[in-house]
């Protein structure tokens, strides 16, 4: 369930190797006290919660996760390639479990390769499936927390409103709708993804 300072956003990520939709991709922006500077404005994308995304056949647990910046919460065009720039993307699926996968054959911590144990201070559960993984990604040189990141990718975000929501769960946060075309790069591979919310 969206919060009041939420857009549901919906879309695609279109390239050679993936063909994929994507709804219930929460979007809002805010002000931000933990940036460098502290005080920038950012668009954060989120699927992680109350996601229902549609993928090419087998795939499963796709994610969209952003934290990128914008000049200011309010209507305008904003490009990873503007001076300032931060932030980063992820688009994260897995990939069907391959063929002839036994995870029975190992003895945990020591699984097969695509399996997983997790261990604790009580042992190890035994070895259970942990299918490949593909993350599509964009980035600025800046993860505006005041780290450097290596840059790739780009991304165009286009703000058509931006309303500050009052309320006990909102404080700074800010209603937005609009556009995302972003260039993101996978093991080599590119996409398109394209969000409107």
């Known amino acids: 369930m969206l919060a009041g300072y939420e857009s549901d956003g919906s879309g695609t990520l279109v390239g050679d190797e993936v063909n994929a939709s994507l709804c219930h991709v929460s979007a809002h ?62 688009y994260d699926f897995q990939l069907p479990l ?14 097969p390769t695509n399996c997983l144990s997790i261990c604790s201070s009580q042992g190890c559960e035994p070895c259970a499936p942990n299918p490949p993984s593909v993350d599509y990604q964009a980035a600025a040189a800046s993860d505006c927390l005041g780290s450097t990141q290596s840059a790739f990718g780009a991304w165009q975000i286009e703000l058509t409103s931006a309303t500050l929501v009052d309320g006990p769960d909102a404080g700074g946060d800010y209603l937005v709708h609009g556009n995302l075309r972003a260039d993101v790069l996978a093991n080599g591979n590119t996409a398109v993804l394209a969000l409107s919310f």
């Open 29 to 90: 922006a805010m002000v931000s006290p933990y940036t460098t500077p502290s005080g920038q404005a950012l668009l954060m994308l989120d699927s992680a919660s109350d996601a229902t995304p549609q993928f090419p056949e087998g795939t499963s647990g796709g994610t969209v996760i952003g934290m990128l910046a914008i000049d200011a919460p309010n209507p305008g065009t904003y490009r990873s390639s503007d001076r300032g720039a931060c932030g980063s993307m992820t």
């Open 98 to 111: 391959p063929a002839g996968t036994d995870c029975s054959a190992g003895t945990p911590p020591a699984c």
